[in-house]
């Protein structure tokens, strides 16, 4: 074993990040790490690498023990890593990145560098030789090398990060989501590099999102969830375990999870292929309040949207599901107001989203309550509804406003004079929706409203979701949670790298195991 | 006006007659250079002063009362600020940005109210006149400026330096490299006191009175000197050293502003900051402002993350 992990332990006041999780990497593999959106991968990859405090439980490098060292020194003995954030240094040259990675081995020069003694031209020479090596063995030509690393297209900065970890020369190198945010030719690229250093005999802890990715280059895979290794085993093991289908696609409330599309998985690729061929595109409702037509959107050379097109009608409750980083947020955003699109239009009401501003669009009655729900953390929960309302005049009105939502929230009411941070994620998550409310919204925009919550605290967000769309309130759902996304939803569109994959009923599609694939991968 | 036509048609006696201002542009200088390095290595830190402090009083106190040599007086002043540094540094550098820079003006305080104005031996809120030897004045002055801003642009350009680089571009980025950050730091912190010591002590020995007020060693100065660094840029080692050189003669350069030179002093470095906001010496031309009322052709989507 290179790298054993024991009963690891990780608590952020109440939130079991990581709680009590085994793992072992063997020698030579790449072993992958998943689960859903804040199932606590990237604290245990914190807590590897010595970011995050052991809380308690083991961990060892082969034989060096990990728990208590500080990151430094957890690098220099052999655990290179990057970050899903890309974390390169900015302002200097792709070379320079890589050369800062060989820190630990360069020789202190501290008074060379005075005497500017001939030796050291050599030895820099040699470094700067073995840099372009690095480069090139990432795939990236050594024209990069005098480029500033902000200037690099994502995906070379990307692997510009692994080229700065492998000069480290790693035992072990631990990629969190290396292909986050890439279009599938540049996946297919990163895969196979990552299959390329694993070759020449370095091992790999990859964690993605990408299950085409995760499923096509491991040999072994393990599932985190709320903090928990509930999987280990081979690829092909962990995508029909129903636990992690469960983890997934998550819970339709009363329905069991026998009902997850594709989980009795018979003769899987036909009932695929059969169910995509046949699958009912959703009726396109004839009046729609908002219309969206070959919507494209990009972030500078990544394009997260294409070609985008859909309606929701008065009254509805319409879902947006898939994957992390499928688009669906961008969606919202692009819809809101706060990212323009490249082409493509967007029409609310008659507005046009792509030139409005967001200031209008919420005028007009388009309000979204953000993923991660934005709420202020210090201020009371009846602050964080006041200043929702701020720009309105009419005090009385706004205070009647005010405590017909809270009615609608009775446990908001009841904690009223709390700081909104010290709610759970739930009764946050209900502040966020009450403070959209409060913005008479014609149609509501929900991101993510499940994100990160227990099971229970998820049936009452929904269940105040859908008594909301009793009152009148039309509703455009972005989910990770697809089963119960489907659940409530009239119609749906599943979402994969930016495009709609599938559209359908909520009903047609819950039995669809597309939808299972979607996420899971084949 | 007569100080630049007096500069280019009668060097020898601008030299002569404008030697305290030579000295002083020189001590700003090495402050700056001072400054340099801690914003090289990524900390915000405004103890200048209180390092400077340290080397004007420690160095002519000895002098006062012990008559030891001038260069041990020196030499010693800066030992101390080094071993202050580390002791300051030891809580303080947890901090990062702005908590940085106010923890580091509360120690600077602390010692000018706390210790400087309190003790009878500094002459409390009198200073300290002295007679003692120049140091060798202008001369001196300039080599030192140039020997240090030697040392810290081959610093800067060894193992040292690109971790320094690393720790001010990310800090966490930088762990992952290997690089002990905290020790880095440290030294950065350590290094820069030295320097400002040793300029507190030849500014001591330049005017022949030390004196206490806030513009000397107090927050006035502490952003005096970060204005060198921001006005000059802190790109290259040279660029503090320009931003000493033009705030110091700022007076000079609006001689014919009057009563006014404060304001249009402000107007200039403020334009400066706007129009070059990497500092006089950097890369690059004059960054281009674009009103928020103007209209722009299409709006690009920021990045994500």
Known sequence: MLLRLDDVRRHFGGV???????????????????????????????VITGYTRFQSGQAWLESDELSGLPAHRIAGLGIARTFQNIRLFKDLTALENVLIGMHVRRRDDTLAQLGTLPVFRGDEQERIKDAYALLESVGLPSSVGPRHAATLPYGDQRRLEIARALALRPRLLILDEPAAGMNPSEKQGMRELIERLNADGLTILLIDHDMRLVMGVCRRVAVLNFGKKIADGTPKEVSTDPTVIKAYLGTGGEREVRSAPGATGVDEEREVEQAAGSSPAAREPEKAILDVEDLTVSYGAIVAVRGVSFRVAAGEIVALI??????????????????????????????????????????????????????????????????????????????????????????????????????????QQMLAIARGLLARPRLLLLDEPSLGLAPQMVDEVFRAVEEIHK?????LLVEQNALRALAIADRAYVIETGRILLSGSGDDLLHNPAVRRAYLGG | MDFFIQLFSDPIGFWNSHTLLISQIGINGIVATSMFLVLYSGQLSLAAPGFMAIGAYTSVLMELYWHTPVVLNVAVAVILAGIVGLLVGLPVLRLRGVFLAIATIGFVEALRLGVILNVPITGEGLGLQHEADPLGGVPIILVSLVMVVFVVWRLTKGRLGSAWSAIRQDEIAALSQGIHVARYKMIAFILSALIASYAGALEAHLNFFVDPGDSQYGVTRAVQILTFAVLGGTGFVI????????????????????????????IFLIAVIIFRPQGIVGRGGLAIVRPAWWPRSRARAPSPG
């Not at chain 1, 020698?27 to 990237?42: H, R, V």
């Not at chain 1, 309550?369 to 009385?396: C, Y």
């Not at chain 1, 009152?471 to 509703?475: A, K, L, V, W, Y």
């Open chain 1, 322 to 427: 898939g994957a992390n980083g499928a688009g669906k947020s961008t969606i919202l955003n692009t819809l809101s107001g706060l990212i323009r699109p490249e082409s493509g239009t967007a029409t609310f009401d008659g507005l046009d989203l792509a030139n409005a501003k967001a200031s209008e669009i919420v005028k007009r009655g388009l309000v979204q309550v953000p993923e991660g729900r934005e709420i202020l953390a210090r201020q009371s929960v009846m602050e964080n509804l006041e200043l929702a309302t701020w720009a309105r005049r009419d005090g009385a009105t706004t205070r009647r406003r005010i405590e017909d939502v809270l009615k609608r929230f009775p446990i908001l009411g009841e904690r009223r004079d709390l700081s909104a941070g010290s709610l759970s994620g739930g009764e």
């Open chain 2, 239 to 266: 660029g503090p050293v320009v931003g000493a050189l033009i705030v110091t003669l700022l007076p000079y350069i609006f001689e014919g502003a009057g009563d006014y030179i404060n304001i249009i002093a402000g």
């Open chain 1, 471 to 475: 009152d009148g309130t039309t509703i």
């Open chain 1, 16 to 46: 079991h990040a990581v709680d009590g999780v085994s793992l072992d990497v063997e020698q030579g593999s790449i072993q992958g790490l998943i689960g859903p959106n804040g199932a606590g991968k990237t604290t245990l990859v914190n």
